[in-house]
């Protein structure tokens, strides 16, 4: 079965950095777009980064442009997301998923229809 497990997260002070990982089984991981996508607590979900599925194209959210980077290890099965500059506001629970590959990307991401997620890890930031 489809299997995303997220590790990483913690607690860092403003300004610190976080890596998180995101091991997959269960599927073929290289015919996938994959993404990482957040909740803060009384919000909705937040898609931050997407990568496409030989790792060629990555697209980020405004918020996190610049600071936080996705990337890939498809001979690994593994996906990546470095955090840098780390604000108050990226507090949330951080959540590895997968692209759909029946839907086109675009409506994937406007509407979070990512079809497998993990079970997340914790990013809190805080002095």
């Known amino acids: 079965q489809v299997q995303l497990v997220e590790s990483g997260g913690g607690t860092v002070n403003p300004g610190g950095s976080l890596k998180l990982s995101c091991a997959a089984s269960g599927f073929t991981f290289n015919y996938h777009d994959m993404s990482w996508v957040r909740q803060a607590p009384g919000k909705g979900p937040e898609w931050v980064a997407i990568i496409n599925s030989d790792g060629s194209s990555t697209w980020y959210a405004d918020s996190v442009k610049g600071r936080f980077t996705i990337s890939r290890d498809n001979a690994k099965n593994t996906l990546t997301l470095q955090m840098n500059s780390l604000k108050p506001a990226d507090t949330a629970l951080y959540y590895c998923?997968?692209?759909?590959?029946?839907?086109?990307?675009?409506?994937?991401?406007?509407?979070?229809?990512?079809?497998?997620w993990g079970l997340g890890t914790q990013v809190t930031v805080s002095a």
């Open positions: 998923a997968r692209a759909p590959l029946d839907k086109p990307l675009a409506v994937v991401q406007a509407h979070n229809e990512w079809d497998y």
